[in-house]
């Protein structure tokens, strides 16, 4: 697995949102894309999809059948009559196709999944009853029943509590260890640092790549967030209303 | 004659109760409202020129399906208001073209409240077709539909033709709401289709009880109208719709009272 964009520029319809992007993951990577909203950060997971567009530059990306999402969960009717097994076993719908009978193997990798993100016991309820966490962790079951090669998840970590936050943190992890390049977008710099291998400062434009130490700095981030002072406070990052 | 009637609402509210889920789970009840107005003209012009009323509604069924849908997939647009707009202008196309046929306008309420009562027996063929087809392409496709349905944006990501599906879906609610129409009409459709769906969803989560639930009651709805149309001689649509109204109002008050 390998994905590579060399002065990629993205956008929609011809109209350029991001651009001078560059950036390079191997299997088992973790880049989180950091910036503000409309920084472009979507857009470039978008990219990663086929659902925005690259306007220039090259860019290597791995085949979409590889390639799994988790998307935000309050993106999501919590109305919709379906249980959590269902949207789960959706992640094995590209293999099982339209009409072909479950088998015992997707069964038993939508226990799996729904054991290693901690919820098992909640398999039979429907998922709009679930917390904004649960429900994350149940969406993030779904992208690893399908065994991605990569991961892309749009801010992983929006409204979703401290147990649940853990919990998709290990996971995640986990994956990782296990040879699965991650990207993930957050407005969440602790987070970021304490997750990701690789920074991608976004705003418009890539401002830097590199590891956490390298990115995740007063001067590094002040452009990026350039409608608002930044300090440091005890060593740690604070974005402060200007 | 009745026993055609029954014959046609037993499966017309069959196909009305199969599709209604699809319509509540995905909140299309003003598509399907604006449907079943957009459809009148065809209709109309159907009977005007002497074809095939299903083939007329379909006509026209199928290009508001189709420009709702395109509409809902581009930016910045407005597909309620647009939906809305379909709504009272397709109407309103159904009712000229009814005023240029001199003695047609008499024949008005039996596109507005449908006419179960004069059902034939190619009418029963029909129907039962249209089920046939509607039933298997729900079942085979089901597990795209859901997917699309529930999480439009993971589906897309997981390689799915997420427009391409919302075009299946609102052309086999098309197809459906043509196929009501002559039996409930117009104006009264909607009840048949969504109302029983809309109880059932009162009652549970899991996806084939709440379809058999919703086929149930809307049969059951569509029996009881009948009943009441030929006991007491009311307009057999109207019958219809309103045991379908009623039906969801019951669920709802039995529903308030359990929890």
Redesign the interface.
């Known amino acids: 697995m390998e994905l590579r964009y060399t002065g990629v520029s993205l956008g929609y319809q011809g109209k350029k949102a991001l651009i001078d992007v560059e950036i390079r993951l191997k299997a088992g990577q973790r880049l989180a894309l950091v910036g503000p909203n409309g920084a472009g950060k979507s857009t470039l997971i978008k990219s990663m999809l086929g659902q925005s567009e690259i306007l220039g530059g090259t860019a290597i990306i791995p085949p979409r059948d590889v390639i799994g999402y988790v998307p935000q969960s309050g993106d999501l009717d919590p109305d919709f009559p379906v249980s959590v097994q269902q949207v789960v076993m959706m992640g094995r719908y590209r293999s099982l196709g339209w009409w072909r009978p479950v088998r015992k193997a997707d069964r038993q990798a939508v226990a799996e999944a729904l054991d290693q993100v901690g919820l098992t016991d909640k398999a039979r309820n429907r998922f709009g009853t679930l917390s904004g966490g649960q429900r994350q962790r149940v969406l993030l079951a779904r992208a690893i029943v399908a065994q991605p090669q990569l991961l892309l998840l749009d801010e992983p970590f929006n409204g979703v509590d401290a147990v649940s936050q853990d919990a998709i943190v290990t996971v995640l992890r986990d994956l990782s260890a296990a040879g699965t390049a991650l990207v993930l977008s957050t407005h969440d710099l602790a987070v970021a640092r304490d997750l990701a291998d690789l920074i991608c400062l976004l705003n418009g434009r890539q401002f830097a790549v590199g590891t956490p130490g390298e990115t995740l700095t007063a001067s590094s981030l002040r452009p990026v967030y350039a409608h608002r002072a930044l300090d440091l406070a005890d060593g740690r990052l604070v974005l402060v209303d200007p | 004659m009745i026993f055609r009637a029954t014959i046609e609402i037993v499966l017309v509210a069959t196909l009305a109760g199969m599709i209604g889920v699809h319509i509540v789970?995905r909140?299309l009840s003003f598509f399907t409202m604006a449907l079943t107005h957009a459809t009148f003209p065809g209709v109309v012009a159907a009977s005007i020129i002497g074809v095939n009323l299903l083939l007329g509604g379909i006509a026209t069924g199928a290009v508001i399906a189709l420009g709702v849908a395109a509409l809902s997939r581009r930016r910045g647009q407005n597909a309620a208001a647009a939906t809305g707009v379909l709504l009272s202008g397709g109407f309103a196309l159904g009712a000229a073209l009814i005023a240029t046929q001199s003695g047609f306008s008499r024949d008005l309420s039996s596109f507005l409240v449908g006419s179960i009562l004069t059902v034939s027996d190619q009418d029963l063929l029909i129907t039962a077709g249209v089920l046939v087809i509607v039933g298997a392409v729900l079942l085979?496709?089901a597990?795209?539909l859901?997917?699309t349905?529930?999480?439009p944006?993971?589906?897309?990501?997981?390689?799915l033709a997420v427009g391409a599906w919302d075009v299946v879906l609102l052309l086999t609610i098309q197809v459906v709401v043509v196929t009501v129409v002559p039996a409930v009409g117009t104006i009264l459709a909607l009840s048949l289709i969504v109302a029983p769906a809309a109880a059932a969803?009162l009652w549970?989560?899991?996806?084939p009880l709440?379809t058999t639930l919703a086929m149930l009651l809307a049969v059951a709805s569509g029996l009881a109208g009948l009943a009441v149309s030929a006991q007491w001689n009311v307009a057999a649509g109207a019958s219809i719709s309103l045991s379908a109204t009623l039906a969801l109002l019951v669920s709802w008050a039995l529903r308030k009272a359990v929890s």
Do not use: E, Q
């Open positions: 789970m909140r085979l496709c597990r795209p859901l997917f349905g529930f999480d944006a993971g589906a897309r990501a997981a390689g969803r549970t989560d899991r996806l709440l």
